[in-house]
């Protein structure tokens, strides 16, 4: 920002300091010079008080050197108490006297000090001095009319500073502000990110456990579908082989008076039919004694059916 500066500016920063402590220390110095001048007439006051009050005690010691000396009488009597009354009253006055020496010793110490403050101020202002003539040689280069109204440019200048350096600072700390609640954000987004790697493992495991499981109905259920196939395949087979005895039999499929080709029960019922149909015809053309040696053959064979059932 001050990078390109004008001769103003330039003055600015090497002079300020010194034309403020230049003119602060001339203010400071009248006021003192004031000060001393009030002391130095309340000296001179209090001393001639003081002289009239020394010249008064001297009297009033006269005056009881004088009533001492008086022989004691009726009279005298009356003067020894107006004596009195005169030594009272000549306390008082040196009472006075020492109060006003030492109100006078107090204002000799205060008048040293301000003396002293004094020679240190015009110290200060020789010392400064040299400032003063640069800041009004620096007035001469530039628009200003005095040095005051330098001063007044430069100190506005350094008050512009500090305000910009306020900003600054504020800027800054709205900076570590924002920085520590991003700190704040990414460790709770670690923290997240942390809990949802855990959840997403325990899925997995999950998931990879399930799988195994399902590998397992899997061939399960393979086994079955197998061992239906076979089933299948083989009621098939049975089905067939009934439908060709239906057949071989003389049954006929379809029709109104055909049996369903899918009706099994009915193809087997028209089969165990027909078995024993040609089973009566058979017996019909046997010789009796065959016969009769048949039907003992069936009974005994029925037998142990019934006593299964």
């Not at 109060?99 to 008048?111: F, G, S």
Request: proline residues 1%; aromatic residues 4%; charged residues 35%.
């Amino acid at each position: 920002m001050f990078s390109q500066l004008t001769p103003e500016e330039s003055a600015s920063r090497m002079w300020t300091a010194a034309g403020r402590d230049s003119s602060y220390v001339l203010v400071e110095l009248q006021v003192l010079q004031r000060e001393q001048e009030e002391l130095k007439a309340k000296y001179e006051e209090s001393k001639q008080v003081l002289e009239s009050l020394q010249q008064r005690e001297e009297e009033l010691h006269k005056k009881i050197k004088e009533m001492q000396d008086l022989h004691l009488s009726f009279d005298m009597y009356h003067k020894d108490e107006e004596a009195n009354r005169a030594i009272e009253k000549a306390e008082q006055e040196r009472q006075r006297v020492l109060q006003k020496e030492a109100e006078i010793e107090r204002l000799k110490e205060q008048l040293a000090k301000l003396t002293e403050e004094k020679q240190e101020l015009e110290h200060q202002v020789k010392r400064h001095s040299v400032y003063r003539d640069l800041l009004e040689q620096l007035l001469k280069i530039t628009k200003f009319k005095d040095v005051a109204a330098l001063t007044d440019h430069l100190e506005s200048l350094l008050h512009f500073r500090c305000q910009l350096s306020e900003r600054e600072s504020k800027a800054q700390e709205q900076a570590d502000e924002q920085r520590k609640a991003l700190l704040t954000l990414e460790q709770q987004h670690n923290l997240l990110l942390l809990q949802r790697n855990n959840q997403l493992s325990q899925l997995q495991t999950k998931l990879e456990k399930t799988h195994s499981e399902g590998l397992i109905w899997e061939k399960k259920w393979n086994n079955i579908q197998e061992t239906a196939a076979r089933k299948t395949l083989k009621l098939g087979q049975i089905k067939m082989a009934i439908l060709n005895l239906y057949e071989m039999t003389g049954g006929q499929v379809g029709g109104e008076e055909g049996v369903d080709v899918n009706d099994t029960e009915k193809q087997l019922e028209q089969v165990k039919q027909f078995f024993e149909d040609q089973t009566d015809i058979v017996q019909q053309y046997q010789p009796h004694s065959q016969r009769h040696n048949n039907d003992q053959g069936k009974q005994k064979s029925k037998k142990p059916t019934n006593k299964e059932m």
